[in-house]
């Protein structure tokens, strides 16, 4: 026990107790709670914050912080639907357009911070007004989606066993985590990218190219922003420049609660996963009792969040003191 409490990993397999324990919680006391399609449905209904908390979790892993992604997603929102239904653009095109210019957004964002040695806090705060600004000067109104490959990913349903099903956003997250994970654990990029976030000096000294880290990672950042941006789109079927309101922090903590330190250099990213259905499960958990607001969600999430960046305080403490 001593050692688990001591172990980096502690945090991690704390959300992953967590998760358990909360659905044990739900199957116990609401009847289907624990049926396979509600399972599924946190998968569902939270494509687009796991695709951001990936996203999220390189940006953490590095030292830094992106507060511009849900602004990013409503971005993309809106700019897929303007190109849609006013341009007439393909949907092809329009896929590849948003996704180029959400990495090209994020890349400007991590160029800046590297150039100018800015705090990441600022900068992305900057990029969420602006993004979230550019929103309004295409419409202030939502904008309905109908292109026939948008409605088709929509209402498509990949069948499973059981008479399941997933959405084609769920396993578009589900491949973005693979990738995550195989960029952080099997590549030269995810190795530099642990070493900035463990110490900035010592990885100059080991001849490392911060700069060009630093830009890709806020690059992967706005790349999976405007990823979850389309996704939401294929699941709201609409442009507007409220979408996303919060997401930014809904990202944050789950990657906090699936055990990525906030100081950088440690954690997994396939945390990401265990702490967006931490979050789901609470959303789920609150739905099912009916009794409750659902801004019980948001103060559930805030004290975990406290408790988690606590403990990791504590343990970080604890092991500089040894």
């Given at each position: 026990?001593?050692?688990?409490?001591?172990?980096?990993?502690?945090?991690?397999?704390?959300?992953?107790?967590?998760?358990?324990?909360?659905?044990?919680?739900?199957?116990?006391?609401?009847?289907?709670?624990?049926?396979?399609?509600?399972?599924?449905?946190?998968?569902?209904?939270?494509?687009?914050?796991?695709?951001?908390?990936?996203?999220?979790?390189?940006v953490i892993l590095s030292g830094g912080i992106d507060l511009s992604?849900?602004?990013?997603?409503?971005?993309?929102?809106?700019?897929?639907?303007?190109?849609?239904?006013?341009?007439?653009?393909?949907?092809?095109?329009?896929?590849?357009?948003?996704?180029?210019?959400?990495?090209?957004?994020?890349?400007?964002?991590?160029?800046?911070?590297?150039?100018?040695?800015?705090?990441?806090?600022?900068?992305?705060?900057?990029?969420?007004?602006?993004?979230?600004?550019?929103?309004?000067?295409?419409?202030?109104?939502?904008?309905?989606?109908?292109?026939?490959?948008?409605?088709?990913?929509?209402?498509?349903?990949?069948?499973?066993?059981?008479?399941?099903?997933?959405?084609?956003?769920?396993?578009?997250?589900?491949?973005?985590?693979?990738?995550?994970?195989?960029?952080?654990?099997?590549?030269?990029?995810?190795?530099?990218?642990?070493?900035?976030?463990?110490?900035?000096?010592?990885?100059?000294?080991?001849?490392?190219?911060?700069?060009?880290?630093?830009?890709?990672?806020?690059?992967?950042?706005?790349?999976?922003?405007?990823?979850?941006?389309?996704?939401?789109?294929?699941?709201?079927?609409?442009?507007?420049?409220?979408?996303?309101?919060?997401?930014?922090?809904?990202?944050?903590?789950?990657?906090?609660?699936?055990?990525?330190?906030?100081?950088?250099?440690?954690?997994?990213?396939?945390?990401?996963?265990?702490?967006?259905?931490?979050?789901?499960?609470?959303?789920?958990?609150?739905?099912?009792?009916?009794?409750?607001?659902?801004?019980?969600?948001?103060?559930?999430?805030?004290?975990?969040?406290?408790?988690?960046?606590?403990?990791?305080?504590?343990?970080?403490?604890?092991?500089?003191?040894?």
């Amino acid at each position: 026990m001593k050692r688990l409490l001591s172990a980096p990993s502690f945090t991690s397999w704390v959300s992953v107790v967590l998760m358990a324990v909360l659905f044990i919680a739900g199957a116990a006391n609401y009847t289907g709670f624990a049926s396979t399609q509600v399972v599924l449905n946190l998968l569902i209904d939270n494509a687009f914050l796991l695709v951001i908390a990936v996203g999220m979790s390189f940006v953490i892993l590095s030292g830094g912080i992106d507060l511009s992604v849900g602004s990013v997603l409503a971005l993309t929102t809106m700019v897929a639907a303007w190109l849609l239904q006013v341009a007439q653009w393909p949907a092809e095109a329009v896929i590849v357009l948003v996704l180029l210019g959400g990495a090209a957004f994020g890349a400007l964002q991590g160029g800046v911070i590297h150039v100018f040695k800015l705090q990441p806090f600022i900068v992305t705060l900057a990029g969420m007004f602006l993004a979230r600004g550019l929103c309004f000067l295409i419409s202030v109104d939502s904008v309905t989606i109908d292109a026939p490959l948008f409605v088709a990913l929509s209402q498509t349903q990949i069948p499973l066993f059981g008479g399941a099903f997933l959405s084609p956003g769920a396993v578009i997250a589900l491949v973005v985590l693979g990738l995550g994970l195989w960029i952080a654990h099997c590549t030269a990029f995810g190795r530099t990218i642990y070493a900035l976030g463990g110490s900035e000096a010592s990885a100059l000294m080991m001849g490392l190219n911060v700069g060009r880290t630093k830009v890709a990672v806020y690059a992967l950042s706005g790349f999976c922003a405007s990823l979850a941006g389309l996704l939401f789109a294929f699941y709201m079927l609409s442009g507007y420049g409220q979408h996303g309101q919060g997401v930014e922090l809904d990202a944050i903590a789950a990657v906090v609660i699936g055990g990525t330190v906030l100081t950088g250099g440690y954690g997994y990213v396939a945390g990401a996963l265990s702490g967006v259905l931490v979050l789901g499960l609470i959303q789920t958990l609150i739905a099912f009792d009916g009794t409750l607001s659902s801004w019980w969600t948001k103060i559930v999430i805030g004290a975990l969040l406290f408790v988690f960046c606590a403990v990791q305080r504590l343990l970080s403490l604890k092991k500089a003191a040894s």
